[in-house]
């Protein structure tokens, strides 16, 4: 029964056994397709521009511009005078480069032209190219997509690019520098290697099985021997029933890494919410009765007039929005109606507004007037709103405040009369600025949290694509430790790995690539 069993298994489980090679993305391969050109700069009037080749034609295309001089050493800056190959006529006095393939971005043969900024030095440049045979223009994303398929970056690393090209504030760039660098990539091989590690055991296990002559030892992997070796039978089959397949079929050592493994992508996982927020921004809503000085505080932080700031009360009803740079995070800050009842319909509806944003709020800044906090809708707004997140559970989701008293310059040297019990609390005025340099750090200690730190934290989770490749990841490890069949462990411990190695563009599909690769801009 039981060789039946192993067989069964052994046949199941031929499949690939190794980890999948990263198939093509359908940029052309190296050295076959066209050369490509683009300027690779900002568009528009500046000092020097950058136009750049990739592709077998790079080095005729620089000797045709440059003639009648030679190819210039490699990797070094030359001063060459680019003329039309057409009409012999000089275009610019430029700095060129040589980088012959593989040792380039792309890892085809490329050069670099720097050349004067002006419109038509970079549009007679860019014509000479065109006209020279073999060469064409580049299309976005094109010269990163040719070094993804030439190994030269991974899938994580490419995202890191495009999320370094569009970061806007420091933290966003820290981030996208460290998935640049591989962070995440790296990580996700590790953790790969972990499973084919744990998936050869089982299917040496499942050869095995078959295998009569098996030697005594043969199983022994890293000072454990396999609980089911036939010559050190620790646990008899037999016992099968009652215990988890995978319990019984990885030595402890690669068991305990399997587990760790599992723990470790839970602990990702739960962080993913802030990697996504460090990328598309972080929900910053200020919320308090009327007249704390909200849009005082909403226009003083994001240095433009957002709101209508006036000493009439419910002067702000919609909620107005302004994405703004927080102590070097990304911050979507929403201003919104002040919370009071009994009013006309146009406030309500602004108040209701208000409360719906309030759900979606990462961090809330809750305001009040630091004058006036003996007063009813002072006490409310603290005994609802502020109560109330106080009382969350802290967990990922779960939303932060930060409590600000608001008009210090109202206030005597001895600071807040008598009034209602306060939590933690800072004190700001926004008509003379004090008490702003404390809110600007209790913000980036907030938003670290609410964001993660990428000088401090593990490599962060920043798409959703991640998020869905270690989910499937952890949700197969699931399957791996409940299956009580040989061969559905090993399947399993294949799909594990495969989320994996998609995650860092192993096997990725077309149609990832193409999402990707949209965000790229010509000459990247
Ligand atoms: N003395 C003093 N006045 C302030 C301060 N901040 C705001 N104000 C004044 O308080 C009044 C209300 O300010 P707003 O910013 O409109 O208050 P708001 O909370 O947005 O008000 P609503 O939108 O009506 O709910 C205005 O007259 C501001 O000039 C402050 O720090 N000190
Ligand atoms: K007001
Ligand atoms: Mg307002």
Excluded at 4 to 27: I, K, V, Y
Excluded at 195 to 222: P, R, S
Excluded at 254 to 283: F, N, T, Y
Excluded at 476 to 503: C, F, I, N, P, W
């Amino acid at each position: 029964m039981w060789r039946g069993l192993w067989t069964l298994a052994a046949q199941a489980a031929r499949g690939p056994r190794r980890l999948c090679t990263r198939r093509s993305s359908g940029a052309p391969a190296p050295g076959s397709g066209a050369t490509i050109f683009a300027l690779s700069s900002g568009q528009g009037r500046c000092g020097i521009a950058v136009i750049r080749t990739s592709g077998p034609a790079s080095g005729h295309a620089l000797r045709i511009l440059t003639a009648p001089r030679d190819l210039p050493l490699a990797r070094h800056a030359s001063l060459r005078l680019l003329s039309d190959p057409r009409s012999g006529e000089p275009l610019d006095r430029a700095l060129v480069l040589w980088f012959p393939g593989p040792q380039s971005f792309t890892g085809e043969d490329c050069v670099e032209f720097h050349v004067h900024g002006g419109p038509a030095v970079v549009s007679g440049v860019l014509q000479a190219l065109g006209s020279v045979p073999g060469l064409r223009p580049a299309e976005a994303g094109e010269f990163t997509r040719r070094a993804f398929a030439n190994g030269k970056l991974n899938l994580t690393e490419v995202e890191g690019l495009a999320d370094l090209i569009h970061a806007e504030t420091e933290a966003q760039r820290r981030q996208a520098l460290r998935q640049l660098d591989g962070e995440l990539g790296h990580l996700c091989r590790g953790w790969a290697e972990t499973l084919t590690k744990a998936l050869a055991h089982v299917e040496a296990y499942i050869d095995f099985g078959e295998d009569d002559n098996l030697e005594e030892g043969v199983l022994e992997q890293g000072g454990s021997t396999w609980w089911w070796g036939r010559k050190t039978p620790h646990i008899s089959p037999q016992r099968l029933p009652s215990l988890s397949l995978s319990a019984c079929l990885l030595s402890p050592t690669a068991d305990i890494k399997v587990r760790a493994l599992e723990v470790a992508l839970g602990a990702h996982l739960r962080d993913a919410r802030r990697g996504q927020r460090l990328r598309s921004g972080a929900h910053v809503v200020v919320t308090g009765p009327p007249n704390a000085g909200k849009s005082s505080l909403v226009n003083l932080l994001s240095r433009k007039p957002v709101s209508i700031v006036s000493p009439e009360p419910g002067t702000t009803r919609d909620v107005l929005e302004t994405p703004v740079d927080l102590a070097g995070f990304p911050v979507l800050l929403s201003d919104t109606a002040g919370l009071r009842e009994g009013v006309g319909p146009v406030e309500q509806e602004g108040v209701r507004r208000a409360r719906e944003r309030l759900e979606q709020a990462d961090l809330i800044l809750a305001m009040l007037d630091a004058s006036d906090l003996a007063s009813p809708s002072s006490c409310n707004f603290l005994a609802t709103v502020v109560a109330s997140v106080g009382a969350q559970s802290p967990s990922d989701s779960s939303q932060r405040l930060l409590l600000v008293l608001n008009k210090s310059d109202l206030l005597s040297p001895e600071g807040p009369g008598p009034g209602p019990d306060l939590p933690p609390h800072l004190l700001l005025s926004c008509l003379t600025g004090e008490g702003l340099d404390g809110l600007l750090e209790a913000l980036r200690k907030e938003l670290a949290a609410v964001c993660g730190d990428p000088s401090t934290d593990p490599p962060l989770l920043t798409r959703a694509r991640h998020q869905h490749h270690l989910q499937g990841c952890l949700d197969a490890l699931g399957h791996y430790k409940q299956s009580k069949d040989l061969a559905l462990a090993a399947e399993a411990l294949r799909v594990a790995r495969g989320h994996l190695t998609r995650l860092t563009g192993g096997g990725g599909t077309e149609e990832i690539l193409d999402i990707i690769f949209r965000d790229f801009c010509v000459g990247k």
